[in-house]
């Protein structure tokens, strides 16, 4: 009799305990990456008598919750498989919840701990995500110029002003380029003159074509200098590569019969001035594309993920981040590889939280706890009924 007093005690623990999960879960049920935790019990006793039930450990819900928009570029979900990794105080913590931001420093960090996000080599190596020597793109020297279309056997000039061109400091170098005709004294000849705004020639050299009217062999390119000195900017000689075609080729430069009318024209290759950063956000690969003014981009980091073979060994911190009680069977990688799943910018997981399951174990609990209850009751009202017998 003693014994279903103590029965009924422990199913009082017992669903006093799974009642208290179950207020948790709906707590957090609006908790970015939060996964729902559902409670297991067991029977006490043993040679087939019963003393009551316990607690024998809890079963992480490992389903995906649902994707939500955020139009955060550095907010970020897994679709699939998968556990951010961020860094706190030197130790790995995982999370689904993706609400991420670049700090002043430039560092990729976790809005809810300010732990650094991790990246992740091709090999699964993890470093810092850190953009802070990205903030702007260093400038490049234009190398070449590239020519196409016809100067006409029949114009005596032809001109193209204003070519803007980058030097080694990111200094915009302007010029002009005339060409001028010498066919009548030398077949297929014309010289090249580059000026300043001013009309300073800077350069002169000849360019030659062929009876076929493409251009001649050592034709194909001119190397020319413009001076330090000529060209407006802080004193940086600048190297050009003037490229007209290939001989037998008419794609380039040629110098046909086409009236007074001459359109070739000029296209620069390569340079830039000093551009800054104006956007930052991340592909379904998780490769970090940076944006920048001049419209070039950079890819130089990839978002990490940690594949868990068995999920169940992680242990919630809580703020959303697990730590693995065993490295054993964990994984890292780069998303949309192999086992790891894909990320979807933009957006974050919201809680797999299902009410509908929570609230009817909630009832389940209650009624238990009821029904515990009064075993309990009735089991006090026996012991009374004893005590109080006489005889």
Aim: aromatic share 10%; no cysteine; net charge negative.
């Amino acid at each position: 009799m003693l014994q279903s007093f103590f029965n009924g005690l422990s199913g009082m623990v017992v669903f006093s305990q799974g009642l208290n999960t179950i207020s948790n879960n709906v707590a957090n049920m609006n908790t970015p990456g939060f996964k729902a935790v559902n409670n297991f019990y067991r029977s006490l006793g043993e040679d087939g008598h019963g003393i009551g039930a316990k607690l024998s450990g809890e079963y992480m819900d490992e389903s995906a919750g649902t994707i939500r928009d955020t139009g955060r570029a550095t907010d970020l979900a897994v679709i699939g498989e998968g556990y951010f990794i961020v860094e706190k105080d030197g130790v790995y913590q995982y999370t689904r919840n993706g609400q991420f931001v670049f700090d002043d420093d430039g560092f990729l960090k976790d809005t809810v701990s300010d732990g650094y996000v991790m990246g992740s080599g091709p090999g699964g190596n993890l470093y810092r995500i850190d953009i802070s020597t990205m903030k702007t793109l260093p400038p490049e020297a234009t190398t070449e110029l590239s020519f196409s279309g016809n100067l006409s056997t029949g114009d005596d000039e032809h001109e193209i002003p204003a070519v803007s061109v980058f030097n080694t400091l990111g200094e915009e170098v302007t010029f002009g380029i005339r060409f001028v005709n010498n066919t009548a004294t030398t077949p297929g000849e014309w010289s090249v003159v580059v000026e300043s705004d001013s009309g300073i020639p800077l350069w002169t050299g000849q360019l030659n074509f062929g009876l076929d009217g493409s251009v001649s062999t050592g034709s194909e390119s001119l190397s020319i200098t413009i001076p330090s000195a000529e060209n407006g900017t802080a004193g940086v000689a600048l190297d050009l590569t003037l490229t007209f075609g290939t001989p037998g080729d008419f794609s380039g430069s040629t110098s046909f019969a086409g009236g007074t009318v001459s359109t070739l024209g000029s296209e620069v290759v390569d340079g830039r001035g000093s551009e800054g950063l104006v956007a930052a956000s991340f592909n379904d690969k998780g490769a970090l594309n940076l944006l920048y003014s001049n419209g070039d981009t950079e890819e130089p980091y990839t978002i990490g993920l940690a594949y868990f073979d068995n999920p169940q060994d992680l242990r919630h911190m809580g703020d959303g981040f697990y730590v693995a009680n065993t490295l054993q069977g964990v994984s890292y990688g780069q998303p949309d590889t192999g086992i790891f799943g894909s990320i979807q910018g933009n957006s974050i997981e919201s809680s797999n939280v299902d009410l509908v399951r929570e609230f009817a174990e909630m009832i389940i609990a209650q009624r238990g706890y009821q029904a515990a209850s009064h075993v309990m009751d009735v089991a006090n009202t026996m012991i009374e009924t004893l005590y109080q017998s006489k005889g």
